[in-house]
């Protein structure tokens, strides 16, 4: 498994500040990566004012990332000195680690994102050989739950991917992994057996505690050494859902409701919002988009009252 610095340091933003209280408002990292805008946004948000993350390419910061990866380097020799395990080691050590009958090459996790129970949405990522497989992620929008029940929303997104791989006459993965805690895991299992999909490996991950509970299993959660590769491949995936659910939920979100307001603006309707929506893809690049490109997209009239709306309207 080869080291990805962009998807490192991605993952790594991630485990450190998305389940914490303190979100700094400047973050310094030595490699971009390709979703740390989507990041900013969520942990702007998070945070309740704007939170920036940087890659200084000279200076006195530059210099200061050096100094910070040398010591890191110094410091991860003392602790470990060894190798990072291959892709087929972590699979095999999952397995030991998990009691699973075979070492899973292909984990599939999923997350519940929503507000007191509105706008509900899922997502589902995949580890695959050694790293995540961004062009198999899948987005769910909950269509049969009512009200803040997350059981039931594990329970209908599992429903709904499996039956479809059934139908498609596609393989399970090696593990399914739920973001959540017994009452997710259960869920999860009861939408496979309702399935006819028994013999499943299963597990779920519960948030702070970092406990594993593989069904079947459940009288002996795992908890593992907080430096052992097999949690950090568990909280990479898990962290992964969790941040392409929310990234998805505040999108709709962020969305519904400029377009409720945008709705009401004089010579501003639905094709002209939606035409705004598939050119730049969320409501933060419409608000941020120049004048010329509003109005390439929309017309000079209408991007005229856009911006006077912005203007007016607060970045909530």
Known sequence: MEFDPPEFFSSLLKQVYLDQPYVPGLIHVPVDFEDRQELEEVLSEKRGRKTEIHTPQRGQKKAMLALVETN?????????????????????ALREALNLPDAPRRIECFDISHIQGTDKVASMVVWESGRMKKADYRKFIIKTVEGNDDFA??????????????????????L???????GQLHAAADALEALGILNQPLASVAKR??????????GDPVQLDRFSPVL???????????????TFHRTRRGAARLTTELLQIDGVGEKTVSKLLREFGS??????????DLARVAGKAAAKRLREFFEKTPVL
Do not use: C, W
Request: charged share 35%.
């Open 72 to 92: 890191a380097r110094h410091s991860f020799d003392q602790r470990f000195r060894v190798l990072r395990p291959s892709s087929k080691a972590i699979q095999e």
């Open 153 to 174: 929303s594990i329970h209908e997104v599992v429903t709904r991917r499996y039956a479809r791989l059934r139908e498609e006459n596609r393989p399970m993965p090696g």
């Open 176 to 182: 399914v992994l739920i973001d959540g805690g017994l």
């Open 209 to 218: 505690e970092e406990i594993i509970y593989v069904y079947g299993q459940e």
């Open 232 to 246: 950090h491949l568990v909280q990479t995936v898990r962290d992964e859902a969790h941040r392409f659910a929310v």
């Open 283 to 292: 409501t933060e690049r419409i608000r941020a988009a120049a004048d010329e």
